[in-house]
T-cell receptor, first 112, second 111 residues
Framework: DAKTTQPPSMDCAEGRAANLPCNHSTISGNEYVYWYRQIHSQGPQYIIHGLKNNETNEMASLIITEDRKSSTLILPHATLRDTAVYYCIVRVDSSNSGKLIFGQGTTLQVKP | DTAVSQTPKYLVTQMGNDKSIKCEQNLGHDTMYWYKQDSKKFLKIMFSYNNKELIINETVPNRFSPKSPDKAHLNLHINSLELGDSAVYFC??????????FGQGTRLTVV
C-alpha cells in the first residue's frame, strides 16, 4: 500500500473550516484514499473515503486532486469535539484483505 | 447498539499469565481485525480474518492466537504475557472497500 505524508499537527479556530492535507504521490490506480480519526482514548473512527471523485458526507468532505497524488479532508465547521488525530490511509480495494496501515497522522487542535 | 464491542475494557495481569480478549460485531461484516496501539500511539495491524479464515498475520509472536468461531466474533488469546505486551488492543470489522469500524479498545497492562 502507498505511503502517505501528513503534517504532524495543525490548529483550527472553532467554527472555522479545518483543511487537513495528505500527500500520496505513489498511489496506484486501484487504491482508495481513506480518512479516519482517533479522539483521545477512543477507537479510530471512519470518516470518509474516495477513489477519484470528491466525496461529501455528514462528517466531512474529501477533495482528491485530478492526478490523485494528494487529497484534503475538510471539516466545514470545526468544533472542540473535532480535536483528534486524523489519519490519511491509502489501500487497495479488496473484499478479502484491505488492511489499514496507519501512519503518524495529523493532530488537529480546535481552539475556542 | 454497539457495532463492534470488545471485552474487557481494562485488563491488568501479571507476567506469565494467559488472557483472552473478546470481540463481537453486529454489522454483518465478513472481515475482522486486531490492531495493537503501543505507548507511542502507533496503530499496527496484527491479524485479519475473512469469513473465519486467517488472511493476515503480521509477524506476531505465536503467543498470540486469534480464534474466530464465526464471522461475527474474533477473539484474541495471549499466552505467557510479557511486559512488552502492555498496549491498547483494538478490534475492527469491515466489508469490502467500505470503512472499518473499530471497537473502543482493551487496555492491557502487564505487571
Amino acid at each position: 500500500d502507498a505511503k502517505t505524508t501528513q503534517p504532524p499537527s495543525m490548529d483550527c479556530a472553532e467554527g472555522r473550516a479545518a483543511n487537513l492535507p495528505c500527500n500520496h504521490s505513489t498511489i496506484s490506480g486501484n487504491e482508495y484514499v481513506y480518512w479516519y480519526r482517533q479522539i483521545h482514548s477512543q477507537g479510530p473512527q471512519y470518516i470518509i473515503h474516495g477513489l477519484k471523485n470528491n466525496e461529501t458526507n455528514e462528517m466531512a468532505s474529501l477533495i482528491i486532486t485530478e492526478d490523485r497524488k494528494s487529497s484534503t479532508l475538510i471539516l466545514p465547521h470545526a468544533t472542540l469535539r473535532d480535536t483528534a488525530v486524523y489519519y490519511c490511509i491509502v489501500r487497495v480495494d479488496s473484499s478479502n484483505s484491505g488492511k489499514l496501515i496507519f501512519g503518524q497522522g495529523t493532530t488537529l487542535q480546535v481552539k475556542p | 447498539d454497539t457495532a463492534v464491542s470488545q471485552t474487557p475494557k481494562y485488563l491488568v495481569t501479571q507476567m506469565g499469565n494467559d488472557k483472552s480478549i473478546k470481540c463481537e460485531q453486529n454489522l454483518g461484516h465478513d472481515t475482522m481485525y486486531w490492531y495493537k496501539q503501543d505507548s507511542k500511539k502507533f496503530l499496527k495491524i496484527m491479524f485479519s480474518y475473512n469469513n473465519k479464515e486467517l488472511i493476515i498475520n503480521e509477524t506476531v509472536p505465536n503467543r498470540f492466537s486469534p480464534k474466530s468461531p464465526d464471522k461475527a466474533h474474533l477473539n484474541l488469546h495471549i499466552n505467557s504475557l510479557e511486559l512488552g505486551d502492555s498496549a491498547v488492543y483494538f478490534c475492527a470489522s469491515s466489508q469490502a472497500q467500505r470503512g472499518a469500524f473499530f471497537g473502543q479498545g482493551t487496555r492491557l497492562t502487564v505487571v
